[in-house]
């Protein structure tokens, strides 16, 4: 019978190996991604991205349910604060302080993201997307950190949110959407391959993959939003700003109801 410290010495291996395989296969994708963006030409925001299905001005607010449709985003922002409040587990201050980035752009997005629908067009688009490069980044940093290593997290954390910003502000000066894209692109495909490949350092995960799978919702939302218009109040965009603030509440809630797991690398 195997005691507890050889088990953890025949278990440390085989976890170095899952971290390795996660590893590479997110730098499979990092070179795919960079080979689509040399492919690709160049991509321009399509006018027609801001003719939303409903654009009532209700109570004097234009684009009514599209502006009010961001409020959740407050109220995820919120309850975000509260849970990091609680001190829920964190193996490094640093993890803390990328948690506190998730909800800094949380409460962004609902302002920058409601500043956009009330005069839609590609200069205020910008505060809606800067916020949710801030979102997109600190997650995919927090992730490497707990699935790869917590050092590769935390020098992943400043370069990767600095990417994000310059992705937003590349595609203002040159019209030029391909950074951008793949910046939401990446993200929401090594966030799954990371999940699958690697072990996690803390309990109850699943939340992390209601994150994924309501994000996914908001995406096709987003897509069919005229299409959805007969069925929906407001078209399938303020639905789509509903799923994507309960993704956030459930990465929150996962990050309430954690505690630590088995030590990895």
Not at 38 to 59: C, E, N, S
Not at 162 to 190: C, E, H, I, K
Request: net charge positive; charged share 10%; glycine share 8%.
């Amino acid at each position: 019978m195997k005691t507890g410290v050889e088990t953890l010495a025949l278990t440390r291996p085989a976890t170095r190996v899952q971290n390795q395989a996660g590893l590479l296969a997110v730098g499979c994708l990092l070179a795919i991604t960079i080979t689509g963006l040399l492919w690709l030409p160049p991509l321009q925001q399509d006018p027609g991205y801001h003719q939303f299905a409903d654009h009532r001005t209700i109570l004097g607010i234009p684009n009514f349910w599209n502006v009010l449709s961001n409020l959740p985003f407050l109220a995820v922002a919120a309850l975000g604060a509260w849970v990091l409040r609680r001190k829920p587990v964190f193996t490094e201050t640093w993890e803390r302080t990328a948690h506190w980035l998730v909800v800094t752009g949380a409460a962004a997005i609902a302002l920058g993201s409601g500043y956009y629908h009330w005069a839609p067009d590609s200069a205020t688009l910008f505060w809606d997307r800067l916020p949710m490069t801030l979102v997109f980044m600190s997650i995919l940093a927090i992730t490497l950190g707990e699935r790869v290593s917590l050092p590769s997290g935390s020098r992943a954390l400043a370069p990767l949110i600095a990417l994000g910003v310059f992705s937003v502000l590349n595609w203002r000066w040159t019209g030029d959407l391909r950074l951008y894209g793949a910046v939401q692109f990446f993200p929401m495909v090594a966030l799954p391959l990371l999940l699958m490949l690697c072990p996690p350092r803390y309990s109850r995960q699943s939340g992390i993959w209601w994150m994924i799978a309501l994000y996914v919702v908001a995406k096709l939302l987003e897509f069919n939003d005229r299409a959805l218009a007969p069925y929906l109040l407001g078209g399938g965009h303020p639905w789509k700003h509903l799923a994507a603030a309960l993704a956030l509440m459930a990465y929150f809630v996962s990050v309430a109801r954690r505690a630590a797991a088995t030590p990895t690398a």
